[in-house]
């Protein structure tokens, strides 16, 4: 194992000297705010999030210089304070006078208990996994409450789970509007979504109902229930919910579903199954979640798994998760895979998630379909332009280049947002 480790070196390096510069590797061509790849990426998630009320600028890029590249507990720690300190600026007496302040201060909190959780997961037995994401829940709570129309969170049953969501509507009223509803991926949560989508939803007179499924931040920690490759399961209820309970509400003639990073597939083979919504965006396409999670890995270790020898593999594997040395992408990627998956073995997962494929669905999709294609996505590169064939002409394929060009177009949320309703405006006549 230490000259598995020892042979991971190189890759470390390279990935060093490849930063700060466009690459194909999911960097697009903007000031880097680490020399670490992954927390340079993560960083700017929430410095993307500051347009639409998640954070404020200068406490990101003062959390930047504190950050050393491969640090997960510094940047667990550097977040935590920069939380705790925005936690008490919420409760101070004198913020309340106001429901700006009120809901600005929450929700910047949150955001930063989010981030201070966000390197945490490879160790499940780590008490903060959970006092963290009751902090941000409770944060987003307040902010919420402190809405022109208050949020409201809602559970859904699905056949033997439960569906954690939250029905952001426009108007106090019983009318009917075009209805989003947004779902994430492998990581971020429904309240990031709050802060890249649903904020510019709500100003263009959207309702929008978050949701989180197995597999996903509050599922996983309240049921312990990993991912599902079946997602119809999730989003079917939700639709059943969204025309009867929220039926006042929810103009069914216009209902779109949105599926973020991961939730790109998700999205999908849901939509294949789902004929009753009316349109459907993938941000971004996801062919095949299996090509995707192995390139993540170092050279090396693609090998190990391909040899089937699962014992070593799974030991290399748990060797890097808490190894600060090793690549960041890799070994986040990894942790957020069994925590995700709720699986322990290293190779029963990048196994698992060959069924997360679109292959036998796809062509089942009828509804029209948008698919945002990211010059520099590492993830996932050419697999929009895979799925858009596969459905057929009700597809469409939208290319985000240059500084808009990251995976999920992170730091241009302007840039997304206006795209992803200009799109919407022409499909449901809106
Ligand atoms: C990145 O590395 C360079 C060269 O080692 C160093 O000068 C710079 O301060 C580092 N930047 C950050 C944000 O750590
Ligand atoms: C990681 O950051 C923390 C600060 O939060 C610091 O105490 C620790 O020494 C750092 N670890 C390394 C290896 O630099
Ligand atoms: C995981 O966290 C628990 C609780 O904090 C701690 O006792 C244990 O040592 C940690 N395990 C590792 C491998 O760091
Ligand atoms: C939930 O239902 C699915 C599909 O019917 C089944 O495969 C799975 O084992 C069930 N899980 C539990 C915990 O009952
Ligand atoms: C798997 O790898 C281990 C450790 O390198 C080795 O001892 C074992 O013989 C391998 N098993 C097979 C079936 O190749
Ligand atoms: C790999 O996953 C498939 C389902 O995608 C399952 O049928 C198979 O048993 C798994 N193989 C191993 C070796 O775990
Ligand atoms: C979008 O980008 C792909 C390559 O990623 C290219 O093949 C395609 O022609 C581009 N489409 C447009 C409309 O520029």
Redesign the pocket.
């Known amino acids: 194992m230490l000259s598995l480790i020892h042979s991971l070196c190189p890759t470390v390096l390279a990935a060093v000297t490849l930063l700060g510069v466009a690459n194909a590797q999911g960097q697009a061509p903007l000031l880097p705010l680490s020399n670490d790849s992954s927390i340079s990426f993560e960083l700017l998630v929430s410095l993307g999030e500051a347009i639409y009320g998640g954070a404020d600028i200068a406490p990101i890029l003062g959390a930047a210089l504190d950050i050393t590249p491969g640090n997960f507990s510094g940047f667990s720690n550097t977040f935590r304070i920069l939380a705790d300190a925005t936690k008490a600026a919420a409760q101070d007496p004198t913020n309340a006078y106001d429901l700006i302040n009120v809901r600005d201060t929450w929700f910047s909190a949150s955001d930063y208990y989010r981030r201070a959780d966000f390197y945490l997961h490879s160790n499940w037995s780590d008490p903060l996994i959970y006092t963290y994401w009751q902090e941000q829940t409770a944060a987003f709570d307040n902010g919420i409450a402190a809405l022109p129309v208050p949020g409201k969170r809602i559970q859904i049953s699905a056949d033997n789970f439960t569906i954690e969501a939250i029905w952001f509507a426009t108007s106090l009223e019983d009318t009917k509007k075009p209805t989003l509803i947004l779902g994430t991926g492998y990581d971020n949560a429904q309240e990031d979504l709050y802060h890249t989508l649903v904020v510019p939803a709500l100003a263009r007179g959207y309702n929008c109902l978050t949701y989180e499924g197995p597999g996903q931040p509050s599922v996983v920690r309240g049921q312990h229930l990993g991912f599902i490759p079946e997602w119809e399961r999730v989003v079917t209820p939700i639709v059943d919910y969204l025309l009867t309970d929220l039926a006042p509400q929810v103009d069914a003639s216009r209902l779109a579903l949105l599926g973020y990073s991961f939730g790109g597939y998700l999205a999908a083979r849901a939509a294949a199954f789902e004929p009753r919504l009316s349109a459907v965006l993938l941000d971004g396409g996801v062919w095949d979640f299996y090509s995707g999670i192995i390139k993540q890995i170092p050279a090396n270790l693609q090998d190990l798994y391909t ?1 089937g ?1 699962k ?2 593999f799974d ?1 290399a594997v748990l060797g890097i998760l808490n190894d600060d040395t090793a690549p960041s992408t890799a070994r986040w990627g990894l942790a957020q895979g069994l925590w995700s998956f709720q699986l322990t073995s290293p190779y029963d997962f990048i196994n698992a998630t060959k069924a997360y494929a679109l292959k036998d669905v796809a062509s089942q999709i009828q509804m029209p379909v948008w698919i945002a294609n990211s010059e520099y996505d590492g993830y996932f590169p050419g697999q929009a332009q895979v799925v858009a064939a596969a459905i057929g002409e009700n597809a469409v394929v939208h290319n985000f280049t240059g500084v808009a060009g990251n995976h999920c177009q992170i730091g241009a949320n302007q840039e997304l947002s206006r795209t992803v309703f200009a799109w919407l405006h022409q499909t449901l006549n809106n």
């Open positions: 040899s020898n014992s070593a030991a």
